[in-house]
C-alpha cells in the first residue's frame, strides 16, 4: 500500500545519519525512490505474505508482468522503473539492501505500534529470523535494530519464542 511504501521510506529516512556512519556516502534520493517503487507492481499483482509458502509460488512470474504492464501505461519512466524495481529486488547496490531491510522491518514496527499480535497467525521468533534476519545481516544498524525490536515484540508478549 501507499502507507506501507511511505513507512518504508520513513524508515530509511530515519536511519540513514546512523546508516552513514557504519557505510559512509550513501545516494539518499536513490533510497527513498528505492523505497517508493519497491512495491508498485501490486497494482495488478497483488501482495503476498511473508509468511504464506503457496502464494509465493509463482509470485516472480506474475510480478514481472505487472511489471511490464506498468512500463506500457508509463513509457517515459518505464525504463527507469524496470531499473529502480531490478535493482531493489536483486539488492544490487547498498540503496536497495537498505531499502529491502527497512521494507523487511516496517511490519515488526507496525505490529509493535499498533499492538497486533503474531500468535493468532503462529509466526514465532524463528519464523521472523528466518524470513527477515537475511535482509538486515549486511547492516550492524539493522540487525541492532531488529535485535531490540524482537525483545520488544517478546516482553508485549506480541510474539513467541
Same mark, same amino acid.
Given at each position: 500500500?501507499?502507507?506501507?511504501?511511505?513507512?518504508?521510506?520513513?524508515?530509511?529516512?530515519?536511519?540513514?545519519?546512523?546508516?552513514?556512519?557504519?557505510? =559512509?556516502?550513501?545516494?539518499?534520493?536513490?533510497?527513498?525512490? +528505492?523505497?517508493?517503487?519497491?512495491?508498485?507492481? #501490486?497494482?495488478?499483482? =497483488?501482495?503476498?505474505?511473508?509468511?504464506?509458502?503457496?502464494?509465493?509460488?509463482?509470485?516472480?512470474?506474475?510480478?514481472?508482468?505487472?511489471?511490464?504492464? +506498468?512500463?506500457?501505461?508509463?513509457?517515459?519512466? =518505464? $525504463?527507469?522503473?524496470?531499473?529502480?524495481?531490478? #535493482?531493489?529486488?536483486?539488492?544490487?547496490? +547498498?540503496?536497495?539492501?537498505? %531499502?529491502?531491510?527497512?521494507?523487511?522491518?516496517?511490519?515488526?514496527? $507496525?505490529?509493535? $505500534?499498533?499492538?497486533?499480535?503474531?500468535?493468532?497467525?503462529?509466526?514465532?521468533? %524463528?519464523? +521472523?529470523?528466518?524470513?527477515?534476519?537475511?535482509?538486515?545481516?549486511?547492516?550492524?544498524?539493522?540487525?541492532?535494530?531488529?535485535?531490540?525490536?524482537?525483545?520488544?515484540?517478546?516482553?508485549?508478549?506480541?510474539?513467541?519464542?
Amino acid at each position: 500500500t501507499a502507507e506501507h511504501s511511505w513507512s518504508v521510506g520513513m524508515i530509511t529516512m530515519v536511519l540513514m545519519n546512523e546508516l552513514k556512519k557504519e557505510f =559512509g556516502a550513501i545516494d539518499e534520493l536513490k533510497t527513498l525512490k +528505492l523505497s517508493l517503487i519497491h512495491d508498485v507492481v #501490486e497494482i495488478y499483482a =497483488g501482495d503476498v505474505i511473508a509468511f504464506d509458502a503457496e502464494a509465493r509460488k509463482n509470485k516472480e512470474k506474475v510480478e514481472a508482468e505487472a511489471l511490464t504492464k +506498468l512500463m506500457a501505461i508509463y513509457p517515459e519512466f =518505464g $525504463q527507469q522503473l524496470h531499473d529502480l524495481w531490478y #535493482e531493489f529486488e536483486d539488492k544490487k547496490s +547498498l540503496e536497495a539492501q537498505i %531499502a529491502k531491510a527497512a521494507d523487511a522491518i516496517c511490519p515488526i514496527f $507496525q505490529r509493535l $505500534q499498533s499492538n497486533q499480535s503474531y500468535i493468532p497467525f503462529g509466526i514465532t521468533i %524463528a519464523h +521472523l529470523e528466518k524470513t527477515k534476519y537475511p535482509h538486515f545481516m549486511f547492516s550492524k544498524t539493522f540487525t541492532t535494530l531488529d535485535q531490540r525490536l524482537k525483545t520488544d515484540l517478546l516482553e508485549k508478549k506480541l510474539i513467541e519464542a
